[in-house]
């Protein structure tokens, strides 16, 4: 059981990173990549060495096309490799820089502490929406993380802040920078015609992706259908993980998700035994 998606408190997940290792050996997973947004810090936790389960290293860059935010999932990197630094680096600033204008935006509204209270629930990462989002509800101004995205955080509303993200091609390049294989991350998410998905997909090849996660959480067969078809007319590997954040969402469960179809080539025989 390959999980090659999921997330830990060095970004936006709720485990620390040796808990959402145990929570994966629990539930039968046998290889996991921690996928943190624009981070590798996870890596450099203290995680005790599991004999059912290898790990990974994978990170998830956030990534520009045609001014869409677009994630790209790298597998099999070297956390510590020159490429993959500058661009957690510069990631990092381009998400403290739009944390800020959050943060102004949310203070003409009245609320004074935004960026005191997000840096503090990102404990070392930087903040993001979700962050400032659980200290609206903390502080008591929403009484939920849906209903702060509703009322102030989600598209169109007052801390609904355009990234600054690193171009497609650029991301990438990091990623084999790293020695890693570059996959575009759940397809089926960014709300696109099968016309404009096949455009992004075509232009990820033609920058140097070489992967596309197909399976992506308890998602429908006819999503998957339609992935396996483009994963194999661009002759990609396919890549598969939960994208969990937290516990309490079936949906998004450590290895909880249907297996990949078998006309395609997986991500992982690439590896070899490699992994960590």
């Given at each position: 059981m390959f999980d090659l998606h999921c997330h830990s408190l060095a970004s936006d997940g709720a485990l620390?990173?040796?808990?959402?290792?145990?929570?994966?050996?629990?539930?039968g997973v046998t290889t996991l990549s921690i996928t943190d947004h624009d981070t590798a810090a996870a890596y450099d936790a203290e995680i005790p060495p599991n004999p059912t389960l290898r790990i990974v290293p994978g990170i998830e860059f956030s990534a520009l096309w045609r001014k869409r935010t677009i994630h790209v999932v790298g597998l099999a990197i070297d956390p510590r490799s020159v490429s993959l630094g500058d661009g957690i680096r510069q990631q990092r600033n381009a998400r403290l820089?739009?944390?800020?204008?959050?943060?102004?935006?949310?203070?003409?509204?009245?609320?004074?502490?935004a960026l005191e209270g997000a840096t503090r629930?990102?404990?070392g990462a930087a903040p993001g929406r979700v962050h400032f989002a659980?200290?609206?509800?903390?502080?008591?101004?929403?009484?939920?993380?849906r209903q702060a995205f509703r009322k102030y955080l989600g598209d169109g509303k007052t801390g609904d802040v355009a990234n600054n993200w690193a171009s497609l091609e650029t991301?990438?390049?990091?990623?084999?920078?790293?020695?890693?294989?570059?996959?575009?991350?759940?397809?089926?998410?960014?709300?696109?015609t099968a016309t404009r998905l096949k455009i992004l997909v075509g232009d990820f090849v033609e920058a140097g992706g070489e992967a596309l996660e197909v399976i992506c959480g308890n998602q429908g067969l006819d999503v998957t259908r339609g992935l396996e078809r483009l994963c194999l007319e661009y002759g990609l590997l396919a890549s598969c993980g939960s994208d969990f954040h937290q516990p309490g969402r079936p949906w998004a469960e450590l290895g909880r998700f249907p297996p990949l179809p078998r006309t395609l080539t997986p991500v992982?025989?690439?590896w070899g035994d490699g992994g960590s």
């Open positions: 620390r990173p040796a808990e959402l290792v145990a929570r994966a050996a629990a539930n820089e739009r944390a800020g204008r959050i943060a102004e935006r949310l203070r003409r509204s009245g609320i004074e502490d629930i990102a404990a659980k200290h609206l509800v903390e502080s008591g101004r929403v009484g939920s993380l991301a990438i390049g990091w990623i084999r920078g790293a020695g890693g294989i570059a996959i575009l991350a759940h397809p089926a998410r960014y709300r696109l992982w025989q690439q």
